[in-house]
Nanobody, 120 residues
Framework: QVQLVESGGGLVQAGGSLRLSCAAS????????MGWYRQAPGKQRELVATITSGDSTNYADSVKGRFTISRGNAKATVYLQMNSLKPEDTALYYC??????????????WGQGTQVTVSS
């Protein structure tokens, strides 16, 4: 059983900052990568940022230079520092992990989401 628990969402004015956190727990053998996705009302879920076990990062063009993804020392945590927030960043943000349970193939796991609302 794997759990991804997100925190840190909220309401912020345009130009402000928020920091999202996600912690993975359970019988995890290894974590290949972790990341953040978001889904705005009426839109498809989209990638925001990912980070691999080797600390390689990937960002959506829309957030480059404003958002920073990082991993915690425990390596089962991931953070998303969001600066210079815009109203178009408003969405439900989901934590994702590509991880492997003992004697199982790697699979994607999702958190329940944390709401980020940016007011203009």
């Amino acid at each position: 059983q794997v759990q991804l628990v997100e925190s840190g969402g909220g309401l912020v004015q345009a130009g402000g900052s928020l920091r999202l956190s996600c912690a993975a727990s359970g019988s995890i053998f290894s974590i290949n990568s972790m990341g953040w996705y978001r889904q705005a009302p009426g839109k498809q879920r989209e990638l925001v940022a990912t980070i691999t076990s080797g600390d390689s990062t990937n960002y959506a063009d829309s957030v480059k230079g404003r958002f920073t993804i990082s991993r915690g020392n425990a390596k089962a945590t991931v953070y998303l520092q969001m600066n210079s927030l815009k109203p178009e960043d408003t969405a439900l943000y989901y934590c994702n992990a590509l991880l492997q349970l003992p004697l199982a193939a790697p699979a994607h796991y999702w958190g329940q989401g944390t709401q980020v609302t940016v007011s203009s």
